[in-house]
């Protein structure tokens, strides 16, 4: 029974080469210009498509081009990116985000320097070798940089390839159908452009809450728009109900000196923002217990009316904002363990922006600002 389902359905669905060739001839005229890419049909360049696609993981195309184009202008070539200092990498990266990207961008651009004489491989496993390379990114290099038979399949293919073929289990149990689906439905022929005009299709027509069903190249042959309309075409991919996120607390603790400077160090080689330069914190605990004043240094640690909030991919943080001041000639003592931090450092707080903070660290300084001078 199962068998014939899927025979029937497979005979409802038009062929895949008018699949094909309705999406990129919708491509050749509506084909975002977007600075990692080539025109349509020409070949792309792999450093350029590797760094654009490591970037937009999580984060939407209007973020990530201003960074690109600052990178590529830095580090024109993989090699300049591999021989870049990390904590120059990490600074440049501050503001988008997820911050093992970054470290993984660097420790891949010195494998391919080493170990591929500065070329990305084109062979599917040994793109997914690379550091931080998965099976979409090395897929989408593969298709997008050399022109070779991949399936692409990212967060905007999942879903045109729920609603075509109105595929009902929801994610992350849909994966396996929906990949199945896009390796079906996948060229032979212009492989890069094909999954670029999908991204493109889902960037502008095919979205996610207010599908433009009525533009779509590929709506004679979509399922969801069929039994349904668009209202039935917004509801896939399916997906479970999301888990509440917890709440992590902590305190965020503003040191300056006489002078006025803040004090700020570089976080552990391990962890969340993992090597970048931060203003100290407590511990971040989930417990809901009334925070207690830090003791860090022995200082008379003042609370500020202020909390910054944070959210990251699996937790949100509350950090509640307190300063202190040290005395004027310092302490001996204090200076010396100060001294002994990761990349420790006096900064003027108005300079703060220019040392590539990442974002909750710029949140705790405009919270620092907005307390009327703490300390």
Known sequence: MIASNCQAHRNRVPAVSQ????????????????????????????YRVWLSEVMLQQTTVASVIPYFLSFTERWPTVEALALAPLEDLLE????????????????????????????FPSDLN?????????????????????????????????RIMSRLARIEAPLPK????????????APDQRCGDYAQALMDLGASICLPKAPRCAACPLAFECLALRDGGPE?????????????????????????????????????EKGLLASMLEIP??????????????????LDWQRQDAEVRHTFTHFHLRLTLYSARLPR??????QATLSQERDAR?????LLGELGLPTLMRKIAIAAELADGPG
């Not at 919708?26 to 792999?46: E, M, N, T, V």
């Not at 040994?126 to 692409?152: N, S």
């Not at 006096?346 to 108005?350: F, L, N």
């Open 174 to 185: 849909g994966k396996v159908a929906i990949r199945a689906e896009a390796a079906r439905r």
């Open 232 to 268: 039935l075409a917004a509801q896939y991919p399916r997906k479970l109900p999301k888990k509440a996120k917890p709440t992590r607390h902590g305190a965020a603790l503003w040191l300056s000196d006489a002078q006025g400077r803040v004090f700020i160090r570089r976080r552990s």
């Open 281 to 298: 914190s407590t511990d971040w605990c989930s417990s809901d217990q009334p925070l207690a004043a830090p003791d860090w240094l022995g």
């Open 126 to 158: 040994a793109l997914r070798a690379l550091p931080g390379v998965g099976d979409y990114t090395a897929a989408a290099i593969r298709a997008v940089a050399f022109g070779l038979p991949a399936v692409v399949v990212d967060g905007n293919i999942e």
């Open 92 to 119: 440049a990266w501050a503001g988008l985000g997820y911050y093992a990207r970054a470290r993984n961008l660097h420790a891949c651009a010195r494998t391919v320097s080493l170990d591929h004489g500065g070329q």
């Open 329 to 334: 000639g310092g302490d001996a003592a204090l």
């Open 19 to 46: 699949h094909q060739s309705a999406l990129l001839d919708w491509y050749d005229q509506h084909a975002r210009r977007l600075p990692w890419r080539y025109a349509p049909g020409q070949p792309a360049d792999a």
């Open 346 to 350: 006096w900064v003027a707080p108005e």
